[in-house]
């Protein structure tokens, strides 16, 4: 055949008929036949009603003769028109197989020339073992476990060549009823009628059921699941085979009456084929063929000469008619299919964010997140509540709240419980225990659903944290403390007279302000407690890959947090030394004012306890009114010099100083702990582990580091080329149902 004689009939096939619609379908099997339901041809049957001979009649493919091989698992067999013959043999993994089994199997690929029914049985037989199931020379797998008889994987088969039509059959496993001993199993039935089912749901799938013609139609088990997947029974067409089987008149007839239409119900009709028996192993297709025309031909058969439905001819006619009427009806349908799919996909990559192969995309990934993540931090600081969803319902996340909530217990608990013993006269509220300030705190963060630091959910604050309740309550002395000053006075008493000396103060002080020490690391633990909480929840929400967040937290952050949050308590404890250790000293005129009013108070309350009340006349210009006071006699008045210079006086004074020192004192520190050691250093300082994880933090990352927490891991890597694969298939697909390509 010369070339140009051959183009010619390559162009004049390509304008017969409805080529290019079936070429447009075919193309979006390629780019999409396993996503997306296309219009196509199944052929389904009971096991040997001739499925793959009508398939053979349909696309001029031949299966090898010992073709119990083939009904293991769907065979697509595509026609395509190209100027070289040629048959491409693959394999199109089932959806839900792992990825490394999808990978395997797409390394199955054959090419070949020439068809002999030699290689053809080669072919078969390794495509079985591709798909990991029985064959003729394996039955069981490398660990000695019985290998399946049924695959779901779709063994593809391409039929290339200038004679060819374009052209798609789908061949099911045929169903059956009784399982073989050694070959299938009770197993076996179910799942190849539930894979029929599945090939026959779509309402985009021709159904081409095959049924001998020597039984009734009205018996057949796949003309009802037929109805059940196709209920209105508009894409179902039955074809009936071996008519030459059916010898009795009585079938003839019933097989004659479904032909012209007089029996049955299907919308489509009833076909009836003759192809090769058994007997006919030696016969080529066209052989088979001609044996059929004359066949029919003949009586009670050629009573059917006029109905268009005897002969593979007129079915395949027929066939490719109604796919192409399918197809038309649905390419509206489709496209709106396509273009949602493709929109689906590409958010979906969107969601995955860029790729990751290389440093820059690695550091502008993890800067994204670290920027997200100050985000939430500066938001969470300044109770800028609005600027984040996620605050709506994660009060614990709404940092600076809590932390003000913890900043107010500390300060009341350092009024009602921070002294040893309660000063006299004094008005604060009464001591809680320390169980108590502990249950409230809890109990606070239980509703904003902050872990407690005694379920075990951080373990990585265990150590700085370790828990120091026991001691608190060790330390409650009790006892007056007029007693215990006196007690000191007696003790360390010098030679001076009615004076004591300035370190008595010093020694006073600390034996009354021990149990800061203790209060005060409890809280700075629920602030670390509270902040560590915030980071776990903020990086959980700022950086969604998981293997990416515990390889930045266990391999960078966690270390730096836990330095910073011990450097927060060795802070706390520097101030308390400062405030404990060190001589007293203030320059606030509160501790004046304070010891005045109190030294005076106690002169008032003397002259009141000597004196006796009376009430005086008072008269100013010319109105004259009545005032109460207290009057000293000049014997009440030296009692009164001598009352104020006895030890017990300077004992009171010492307690007064130690008092007015105490209260100055214990608000300095309480402020100085929350503007330093919580305001600073857990919060806003820079050194803060709020602050850790930052944009100079990734910038400062190395080449290494940078791969080993933000290299995509293999999985992610495929499911992006997946999806972009996935994403330029569903594009080109659009276009030929736009008809552009
Ligand atoms: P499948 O199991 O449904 O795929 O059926 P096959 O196409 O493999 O056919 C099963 C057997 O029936 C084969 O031996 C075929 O040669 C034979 N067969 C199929 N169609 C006819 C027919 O029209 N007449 C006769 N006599 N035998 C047929
Ligand atoms: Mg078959």
């Given at each position: 055949?010369g ?24 193309k979006?099997?390629e ?5 997306v339901?296309l219009?196509q ?8 009603s001739g499925?793959s001979?009508?398939l053979?009649?349909?696309?001029h493919?031949?299966f ?8 293991r698992y ?6 395509r028109r190209?100027k070289?013959?040629?048959i491409?043999?693959?394999?199109i993994?089932?959806n839900?197989?792992s990825s490394s089994?999808?990978?395997r ?5 054959h090419s ?22 029985k ?15 049924f695959?779901?994987h779709?063994?593809k088969?391409?039929?290339l060549?200038?004679?060819?039509d374009?052209?798609t059959?789908i ?12 070959i299938?199993?009770e197993?076996?039935i179910?799942?190849?009628?539930n894979m029929v ?7 985009r799938?021709?159904i081409?059921?095959i049924?001998p013609?020597n039984?009734?139609?009205a ?6 699941l037929?109805?059940e997947?196709d ?5 179902t ?10 010898i009795?008149?009585?079938m003839q007839?019933?097989?004659i009456?479904h032909v012209?239409g007089?029996r049955?119900d299907?919308l489509?009709g009833y ?9 006919d ?6 052989q088979?063929?001609?044996d059929?025309k004359k066949f029919?031909?003949?009586a ?21 008619e109604l ?9 509206p349908?489709l ?6 799919e493709?929109?689906?996909l590409?958010?979906?990559l969107?969601?995955?964010?860029p790729?990751r192969?290389?440093q ?5 990934y ?22 984040n969803k996620?605050f709506?319902d ?5 940092l600076?709240t809590r932390i003000?909530?913890?900043n107010?217990?500390?300060s009341?608990?350092m009024?009602t419980?921070?002294?040893?013993r ?12 320390i169980?108590?300030v502990?249950?409230a ?6 509703t904003?659903?902050?872990p ?23 330390i ?13 006075y007696r ?13 008595l ?5 600390k ?13 700075v633990?629920?602030?670390i ?7 776990v ?9 998981k293997?990416v ?11 730096e947090?836990?330095?910073a949050?011990?450097q927060a308590i ?31 108070g106690?002169?008032v ?9 009376r009430?005086f006349?008072?008269?100013?210009g ?5 005032e109460?006071?207290?009057f ?40 100085v702990?929350c503007q ?6 857990l919060?806003?300082g ?7 994880f930052?944009?100079e ?6 080449e ?8 995509e ?10 999806l ?5 298939n569903f594009?080109?697909?659009l276009?030929?149902l736009?008809?552009?390509?």
């Amino acid at each position: 055949m010369g070339s140009i004689e051959e183009s010619t009939m390559f162009e004049e096939k390509s304008s017969f008929g409805n080529l290019s619609i079936l070429t447009k379908v075919d193309k979006l099997r390629e780019l999409i036949g396993t996503k997306v339901a296309l219009p196509q041809l199944v052929v389904v049957g009971d096991q040997s009603s001739g499925k793959s001979s009508v398939l053979e009649g349909l696309t001029h493919f031949g299966f090898p003769r010992d073709a119990e091989l083939c009904t293991r698992y769907a065979t697509q067999i595509t026609c395509r028109r190209e100027k070289e013959d040629s048959i491409n043999v693959s394999i199109i993994p089932h959806n839900d197989a792992s990825s490394s089994e999808q990978a395997r199997i797409k390394k199955f690929h054959h090419s070949l020339k020439a068809i002999t029914p030699e290689n053809l049985a080669q072919l078969f037989t390794e495509a079985n073992e591709a798909m990991g199931i029985k064959s003729s020379t394996k039955t069981t797998s490398p660990n000695g476990t019985a290998l399946p008889a049924f695959s779901e994987h779709i063994l593809k088969i391409e039929k290339l060549g200038p004679e060819e039509d374009h052209f798609t059959v789908i061949d099911v496993p045929g169903i059956f009823r009784k399982e073989t001993e050694g070959i299938t199993t009770e197993a076996d039935i179910e799942l190849v009628r539930n894979m029929v089912k599945n090939y026959m749901k779509d309402r985009r799938t021709i159904i081409l059921a095959i049924m001998p013609s020597n039984v009734d139609p009205a018996t057949q088990e796949i003309l009802k699941l037929a109805k059940e997947a196709d209920p209105s029974m508009t894409r179902t067409m039955a074809v009936l085979t071996k008519p030459d089987l059916a010898i009795e008149r009585v079938m003839q007839q019933i097989a004659i009456d479904h032909v012209i239409g007089r029996r049955g119900d299907l919308l489509l009709g009833y076909y009836i084929v003759k192809n090769r028996g058994p007997d006919d192993a030696h016969k080529t297709l066209r052989q088979g063929q001609a044996d059929e025309k004359k066949f029919f031909s003949q009586a009670p058969w050629s009573s059917l000469r006029n109905t268009e439905r005897a002969g593979m001819e007129a079915l395949k006619k027929r066939v490719r008619e109604l796919l192409v009427e399918l197809i038309k009806k649905e390419f509206p349908k489709l496209k709106a299919d396509v273009a949602r799919e493709l929109s689906a996909l590409r958010s979906e990559l969107n969601k995955m964010g860029p790729s990751r192969a290389h440093q820059h995309t690695q550091r502008a990934y993890l800067n994204k997140i670290s920027e997200a993540f100050q985000a939430l931090v500066r938001d969470s600081l300044n109770a800028y509540y609005t600027g984040n969803k996620i605050f709506d319902d994660r009060h614990d996340l709404r940092l600076i709240t809590r932390i003000v909530e913890v900043n107010e217990i500390y300060s009341d608990t350092m009024l009602t419980n921070g002294h040893t013993r309660p000063f006299s006269s004094d008005s604060i509220p009464e001591e809680k225990s320390i169980a108590e300030v502990r249950t409230a705190v809890v109990n606070a963060d239980r509703t904003h659903m902050i872990p407690s630091p005694d379920d075990g959910t951080y373990p990585e604050l265990e150590e700085i944290l370790d828990d120091s309740l026991e001691e608190i309550e060790e330390i409650s002395a009790e006892g007056d403390i007029m007693d215990y000053i006196a007690g000191v006075y007696r003790d360390s008493r010098g030679q001076d007279l009615g004076t004591f000396g300035g370190a008595l103060v010093s020694t006073m002080f600390k034996e009354q302000s021990k149990k800061w020490r203790y209060i005060t690391l409890d809280y700075v633990k629920r602030v670390i407690w509270t902040v560590h909480h915030f980071i776990v929840e903020a990086i959980k929400e700022t950086c969604p890959d998981k293997r990416v967040r515990d390889e930045l937290w266990n391999g960078y952050l966690l270390e730096e947090l836990q330095d910073a949050y011990r450097q927060a308590i060795n802070h706390m404890m520097l101030l308390l030394e400062i405030e404990q250790e060190g001589p007293p000293l203030t320059l606030n005129h509160y501790f004046n004012e304070a010891l005045q009013r109190a030294q005076s108070g106690r002169l008032v309350a003397a002259i009141r306890e000597l004196g006796a009340e009376r009430a005086f006349s008072v008269t100013e210009g010319n109105k004259t009114h009545v005032e109460k006071g207290v009057f000293l006699n000049d014997a009440q008045m030296n009692n009164l010099s001598f009352n104020m210079a006895n030890s017990e006086h300077v004992q009171e004074y010492m307690h007064d100083i130690l008092k007015s020192y105490y209260k100055v004192s214990r608000k300095r520190f309480v402020d100085v702990v929350c503007q330093q050691v919580v305001n600073f250093r857990l919060l806003q300082g820079k050194c803060s582990p709020l602050k850790i994880f930052n944009t100079e933090m990734v910038l400062d990352l190395t080449e290494e580091q940078l791969d080993a927490i933000a290299a995509e891991d293999i999985p992610v890597k495929r499911r992006r080329e997946k999806l972009g694969q996935d994403i330029a298939n569903f594009q080109e697909a659009l276009k030929v149902l736009k008809g552009s390509a």
